[in-house]
């Protein structure tokens, strides 16, 4: 960790008059230059390359972030939004320095104070909420020892007020019961959990400035919407300022006062939430926006064309131009300068006033009904993997029962799953973390082996339990893409070693025949020849998932489980994924079963959706159905908690926000947390599936299929 700039620092030759976005160029006319904790000034940090040259990696930037305000930095993998939020406490990656410019807190130059100074800064004054909560938590120590740590090193409490100031924090980020919480290990909570536990010990020494690095990545949507809630209600009440950083726009647009658009390294676009979002003045915050999947159309978002360009490859030009629809040759010239709008944004754009000529996400024509007329043709066809009364769980019988025969009273984990896919069709996935989701792709994948019921393959195959008994090519035919490519990419082998694997168990290539399809893969997931050398230390979390994916269609399998393959992604990329995705099954007949949080990219790329809760099947049908229409009061708990890229759109929260780690005993599975119980009906009875058109069901004691079907079919 660099924190001396004395040593490396130098002046850009493309540094440019510092512009003040806290005072006559700010967007948000609130407060004065008293009030503000973090001022970037002209900052550019960079590394030296294999010639001895200075390649900057962030380029002049400018940003100021007062008391109570909450700035987004928003922009693809590699934008340098992590590394601007990192530079503003004072830290730099090993390699880094800085160029020229300052970053200040409390107009202390971060990179001028000594290590005991930034110690007393850090974790106290400005606190970081890593990505991954579960990874920043120490899996060995118990929930109120770590939260005790972090109170003794950055607060003033005694040693016999710890505790209380413990329980008084898991109190504040709504943890139910936390008596009982601070004698937990990290593994015996939710993800949504420990996410709270990471913000209650970023919280201890009562921070002025909470800098959050993709805080709710991988949270489903209800979770999402709470914490985001919590945070938004914590900064109003405390005056705390926060700097989010994150691809979701949606939840950028909830909790942000202004937003900072990043590319290549440079601030493009800062505005308020609202100016930014809703009418964005840069032709790359428009291509974003019109990536994004919605849940008010259907079909797949149009990806970005190209790719940003490396560090240092556009010092003189406008680094966005290789993509920009509205190209000139003085983009390619010359470098545009940061100017104020008239509407108080700050662009970097040469041509401004042409942007508002470019669509909008909802202008923007979707892909085709793909999915709906793919549905509809294998409708006819046999199913290709049918799975039939599953049910699954964790626990394993002892040695004394597997000898007696006896079989375990415990309630299985997922229960009573029957579906039926089609060669080409997409079945989405969506459910509340806990809800089984990924426990049944890891099932039909022979990973994890059911307790009673079977998986049919074609008809009339039932798939060995496990894979080791599978035959090669069905292990050919069936593969999966797991949520985090670090726990399935080897970290020792390039991405060539990687992607040559499943080719040469399945496929007979010479030496060049390997090379080559393994070039053309990294092409269709819009990486590149030029990886192949690259270790997965060397690629950032979008370009892992990438190789993750190319690794699973090198076997050209006809079934694909995709388990959270998106959510690492920033929208330009996860929209080129979904376009792969669609284009693999319109080539190959793929057939998926695709698993997200994010239930407008399961709409966008899904035939049928089933909704899970507590592992067991709430509704099941047509994905415009069950969008348009839901029909199960969990899936309008769902639905209306995900969040829109529009600030003035408020998620609806019906539901509380508990995590109950069994379904009850009796009754329906959703009794507990339904707005719409009806009593002894819902708590005591098993509730019956209830049939309506097009396939479209649901198991509640409700009958809103009633005016279009007969007797509800038991």
Partial sequence: MSTNPDSGTEQ???????????????????????????????????????????????????????????LGLVGESGSGKSTLALAAMGYLKRGLRVINGTACFKDKDMYRLSRPQLEQVRGGQIA?????????????????????????????????ERKQRAIELLTQVRLPEPDAIVARYPHELSGGQQQRVAIAMALAGEPEVLLLDEPTTGLDVTTQAHILELLRDLAA??????????????????????????????????GSARQVLLDPEHPYARGLLASIPTLKQAGLPRALDGRPPAPGATEYACAFSDRCTLVQQQCKDHRPPLQTLDSGSLVRCHFPERVKTLPMAADTPMAADTVEATSQINKNQSAVLALKDLAISYARPGLLDQLLGRVSQQTPTVADITLDLMKGETLGLVGESGSGKSTILKTIAGL???????????????????????????????QIIFQNPDESLNPRQTVEEILAQPLSLYFDLNTDQLRARTAALLERVRLGAHYMDRLPGQLSGGEKQRVAIARAFAAEPDLVLCDEVTSALDVSVQAAVLDLLNDLRSERETTYVFVSHDLAVVRALSDTVAVLYQGRLCEVGPARDVYSSPSHPYTEVLLGAVLEPDPDTTPTLVADDVVELAPPAAGCPFQRRCPMNMGEQCNTRTPPWRIGEQGHVIRCHIDVFASKIDEPHE
């Fill in 448 to 478: 994890l082996a059911p307790v009673d019921g079977k998986i049919v393959w074609d008809g009339e195959t039932a798939l060995p339990a496990v894979v080791k008994n599978r035959r090669p090519e069905q292990l050919r035919k069936i």
């Fill in 12 to 70: 850009s030759m493309n540094s440019e008059p510092a512009l003040r976005p806290g005072t006559d160029n700010s967007t948000d006319s609130a407060g004065s230059d008293s009030e503000v904790l973090v001022r970037v000034e002209d900052l550019s940090i960079g590394f030296t390359g294999k010639q001895g040259a200075t390649i900057p990696i962030l380029r002049n930037i400018e940003l100021v972030v007062r008391r109570g305000e909450t």
């Fill in 237 to 270: 009440q405390s005056g705390m300022a926060m700097v989010y950083v994150s691809h979701d726009l949606g939840a950028i647009a909830r909790v942000c006062d202004r937003v900072a658009v990043m590319y290549a390294g440079e601030v493009v676009l800062q």
């Fill in 128 to 160: 970081l909420i890593p990505q991954n909560s579960g990874q920043s938590l120490t899996p060995s120590q118990r929930i109120g020892a770590q939260v005790i740590e972090a109170i003794k090193l950055h607060s003033g409490y005694a040693e016999n």
